[in-house]
């Protein structure tokens, strides 16, 4: 990159942000606030057995199950089974930091709108992607560490597995589903928006930029005859 291009793209960076990306920004971190009132994720198991299934909702912060917390007895007491660990809040150790990270970004959301510049927008898009990836990775190997750590002297043997990420799955006599909640569509919602944004913080100087240099190159009126 030579040297008057860095110093155009150094000079864009400092840029303060337009006022409708501070009010985009804004609207982004409520969307994140959301996510803490609704689940991210939910699991459910179908069985014969269960005609009404068994269902598991993960909260950033706390393992909610179905028909009033007996679901999640149900849940274990399979897993005990099977030799998989009790899946509950003591086991879901991430749970501990995840809420602190969502506040975290909450807060250098804020601040971004407040006082930032598109330099300042750049870094917590950083910080978003690096917390998005980071977080998909760990639930990711959280759902394989339980279904490959498996209690060999469970009263059933099966073949370690892997639990569906996204979609269904049968495990021996069960349908296991799992899918994305209304909390990780306000997560969702968020990482599109400051991507979004910066991307518009990038683009409006190129046009502001075209549409001044055509201002200033106006076809010269035609004599009168």
Same mark, same amino acid.
């Given at each position: 990159m030579s040297a008057s291009k860095l110093a155009r793209f150094n000079h864009r960076l400092a840029q303060p942000l337009s006022g409708k990306s501070r009010i +985009? #920004?804004?609207? @982004? !971190?409520?969307? *994140?606030? #959301? =996510? %803490? =009132?609704a689940p991210l994720w939910h699991i459910n198991l179908q069985?014969?057995?269960y005609p009404k299934g068994l269902n598991l909702w993960i909260h950033s912060w706390k393992v909610v199950g179905g028909n009033e917390g007996h679901d999640i007895v149900e849940i274990n007491n399979l897993?005990?089974?099977i030799g998989m660990r009790s899946l509950d809040r003591e086991s879901l150790v991430d749970l501990n930091w995840l809420p602190f @990270? /969502? +506040? +975290? $970004?909450? $807060? *250098?959301? $804020?601040r971004c709108a407040a006082i930032g510049d598109v330099r300042t927008l750049v870094d917590l898009v950083v910080m &978003?992607?690096?917390f998005s990836l980071f977080a998909f990775g760990r639930f990711i190997y959280q759902l394989y560490d339980f279904g490959h750590n498996l209690d060999p002297k469970a009263p059933m043997n099966i073949k370690p597995f892997m639990p569906p990420m996204l979609g !269904?799955?049968?495990?021996?006599?069960?349908t296991s589903s799992s899918y994305p909640g $209304? +909390? =990780?569509? /306000?997560?969702? *919602? /968020? &990482? %599109?928006g400051v991507v979004a944004i910066l991307a518009y913080s990038f683009w409006r100087p190129l046009q502001e930029a075209e549409g001044e240099a055509s201002a200033e190159v106006q076809p010269s009126a035609a004599p009168l005859s």
């Open positions: +985009g #920004l804004l609207v @982004a !971190s409520f969307a *994140l606030l #959301l =996510s %803490f =009132s069985a014969p057995q897993n005990h089974y @990270a /969502f +506040g +975290g $970004l909450v $807060l *250098l959301t $804020l &978003v992607a690096y !269904s799955k049968q495990i021996a006599n069960f $209304l +909390g =990780s569509v /306000f997560m969702g *919602l /968020f &990482v %599109f």
